[in-house]
């Protein structure tokens, strides 16, 4: 039984900093429960850093092989984020034999399968529980808890900037831009806001979910991603109307073609548990057999994350303990297709600006009909223009390939003056 087990921290931002404070704060519960000790022994930041962790008591360099040539650091923690350096040092310490915790989205989603293999070979735990959802337990879950079950689908909100705007522009009718400047007034958007808004953000997160929960391995370049920018007030407006709200949902299916996995904007219908999840929250959504439905819901992002990050630091520190490290590999033993996104499958909500004249709607019914889409229901909602009317197209279900097409052959037809929005329909 070791007496401590310390660790080295690479990075002391606000994850960085949070994760001290808890080691501090919660040190004799901690303690407790992992049976040992965990020390901080040394700090990776930039040097003109160290002095302001001088002051506070802390360890610190400004040089890596410190912490990688100190026989007496067992763990190191990566909190640094992104590709470069993150990824080299996280390897390093592997072929130094030290276990490694990672908030990294960004290096799991893209080298997860490298970054297994290579704690494997070295026989060390890789964990990662921050990289999705921040402090809500998700990663651990599905790959002990949730080991019974087929998990056929993963719905998650994971982005809490685009769920925070989407929330803001329902609330106070806001436009888009409008409420990007006060997302990042509040500290909530980055002054390139682009991975948030553009799914980049969430689409990292549900490549990481979707390898887990369906043992196949799933890269980011494997998402097909859609963002928030085209979402306006009326689109949202629409939705209460008629039973939803629009959320950026992060989705993966098991389908008969495939792993269908993307990002994109939904109308999503009120009665589901994701509709309530508003602000900066975070949920996840899973549906099996025999679990049936779960969800897992929190704050995503921020000093809260340090609870994920503490958590798999205690889960390695007991396997230490009982010399059983390297029990969380990789998972990915089947080789599932991607589906492609022409053949995924959905509802669809479109907006049109058309003629207001006799015989219009039955030549925008024959159009859909003639690419195989099914009308659910077709609304006449307001006068824009004077000889115009805007028209609320609700589809069946349907694939996207005949979404696309449907769209090719209203913008030629002649009644038909703007196609303003197309979003699915959950």
């Given at each position: 039984?070791?007496?401590?087990?310390?660790?080295?921290?690479?990075?002391?931002?606000?994850?960085?900093?949070?994760?001290?404070?808890?080691?501090k704060?919660?040190?004799?519960t901690?303690?407790?429960?992992?049976?040992?000790?965990?020390?901080?022994?040394?700090?990776?930041?930039?040097?003109?850093?160290?002095?302001?962790?001088?002051?506070?008591?802390?360890?610190?360099?400004?040089?890596?092989?410190?912490?990688?040539?100190?026989?007496e650091?067992?763990?190191?923690?990566?909190?640094?984020?992104?590709?470069?350096?993150?990824?080299?040092?996280?390897?390093?310490?592997?072929?130094?034999?030290?276990?490694?915790?990672?908030?990294?989205?960004?290096?799991?989603?893209?080298?997860?399968?490298?970054?297994?293999?290579?704690?494997?070979?070295?026989?060390?735990?890789?964990?990662?529980?921050?990289?999705?959802?921040?402090?809500?337990?998700?990663?651990?879950?599905?790959?002990?808890?949730l080991?019974?079950?087929?998990?056929?689908?993963v719905?998650?909100?994971?982005?809490?900037?685009?769920?925070?705007?989407?929330?803001?522009?329902?609330?106070?009718?806001?436009?888009?831009?409008?409420?990007?400047?006060?997302?990042?007034?509040?500290?909530?958007?980055?002054?390139?806001?682009?991975?948030d808004?553009?799914?980049?953000?969430?689409?990292r997160?549900?490549?990481i979910?979707?390898?887990?929960?369906?043992?196949?391995?799933?890269?980011?370049?494997?998402?097909?991603?859609?963002?928030?920018?085209?979402?306006?007030?009326?689109?949202?407006?629409?939705?209460?109307?008629?039973?939803?709200?629009?959320?950026?949902?992060?989705?993966?299916?098991?389908?008969?073609?495939?792993?269908?996995?993307?990002?994109?904007?939904?109308?999503?219908?009120?009665?589901?548990?994701?509709?309530?999840?508003?602000?900066?929250?975070?949920?996840?959504?899973?549906?099996?057999?025999?679990?049936?439905?779960?969800?897992?819901?929190?704050?995503?992002?921020g000093k809260?994350?340090?609870?994920?990050?503490?958590?798999?630091?205690?889960?390695?520190?007991?396997?230490?303990?009982?010399?059983?490290?390297?029990?969380?590999?990789?998972?990915?033993?089947?080789?599932?297709?991607?589906?492609?996104?022409?053949?995924?499958?959905?509802?669809?909500?479109?907006?049109?600006?058309?003629?207001?004249?006799?015989?219009?709607?039955?030549?925008?019914?024959?159009?859909?009909?003639?690419?195989?889409?099914?009308?659910k229901?077709?609304?006449?909602?307001?006068?824009?223009?004077?000889?115009?009317?805007?028209?609320?197209?609700?589809t069946?279900?349907?694939?996207?390939?005949?979404?696309?097409?449907?769209?090719?052959?209203?913008?030629v037809l002649?009644?038909?003056?703007?196609?303003?929005?197309?979003?699915?329909?959950?």
């Amino acid at each position: 039984m070791e007496n401590v087990v310390k660790i080295g921290l690479l990075g002391a931002g606000t994850i960085g900093g949070s994760v001290i404070e808890v080691l501090k704060n919660n040190r004799d519960t901690i303690t407790q429960r992992a049976n040992t000790e965990i020390q901080i022994k040394n700090i990776l930041v930039l040097p003109h850093e160290i002095p302001k962790l001088h002051e506070a008591g802390l360890p610190a360099t400004s040089s890596y092989d410190e912490i990688l040539n100190d026989p007496e650091i067992k763990i190191v923690v990566e909190l640094i984020g992104g590709i470069k350096p993150a990824k080299d040092f996280i390897l390093q310490a592997m072929a130094h034999g030290k276990n490694v915790v990672t908030a990294n989205k960004d290096v799991v989603a893209q080298f997860g399968h490298e970054l297994f293999d290579a704690a494997d070979a070295n026989k060390i735990d890789f964990l990662f529980e921050a990289a999705v959802g921040g402090a809500i337990p998700i990663i651990m879950p599905l790959k002990r808890s949730l080991t019974a079950n087929k998990i056929t689908e993963v719905l998650g909100i994971v982005n809490g900037t685009t769920n925070y705007m989407l929330t803001k522009m329902g609330e106070d009718g806001t436009d888009y831009e409008t409420v990007l400047k006060e997302a990042q007034a509040c500290g909530y958007a980055e002054a390139n806001p682009a991975a948030d808004v553009e799914g980049k953000d969430a689409a990292r997160k549900i490549a990481i979910l979707a390898s887990i929960a369906f043992n196949s391995r799933v890269k980011f370049e494997d998402v097909s991603m859609e963002g928030i920018t085209h979402i306006t007030p009326e689109d949202i407006s629409y939705a209460k109307e008629l039973g939803y709200v629009v959320k950026l949902l992060a989705v993966a299916r098991h389908s008969e073609l495939g792993i269908d996995v993307r990002v994109n904007p939904v109308f999503l219908a009120k009665e589901h548990p994701l509709a309530a999840v508003s602000g900066v929250f975070n949920a996840i959504f899973v549906r099996g057999y025999p679990i049936e439905e779960a969800m897992f819901f929190g704050p995503g992002a921020g000093k809260p994350t340090a609870s994920a990050v503490v958590s798999d630091i205690i889960e390695i520190v007991r396997g230490l303990n009982r010399g059983s490290t390297g029990r969380f590999g990789c998972t990915c033993y089947h080789q599932f297709p991607i589906c492609p996104v022409e053949e995924t499958v959905s509802s669809y909500y479109i907006r049109l600006l058309v003629d207001d004249k006799p015989g219009v709607l039955g030549k925008i019914a024959t159009t859909f009909g003639n690419v195989d889409v099914s009308l659910k229901s077709v609304v006449q909602t307001r006068t824009e223009l004077e000889d115009h009317v805007e028209i609320v197209v609700i589809t069946h279900k349907v694939k996207h390939k005949n979404i696309l097409a449907a769209q090719t052959a209203l913008k030629v037809l002649s009644v038909v003056d703007e196609i303003f929005n197309v979003i699915r329909v959950e």
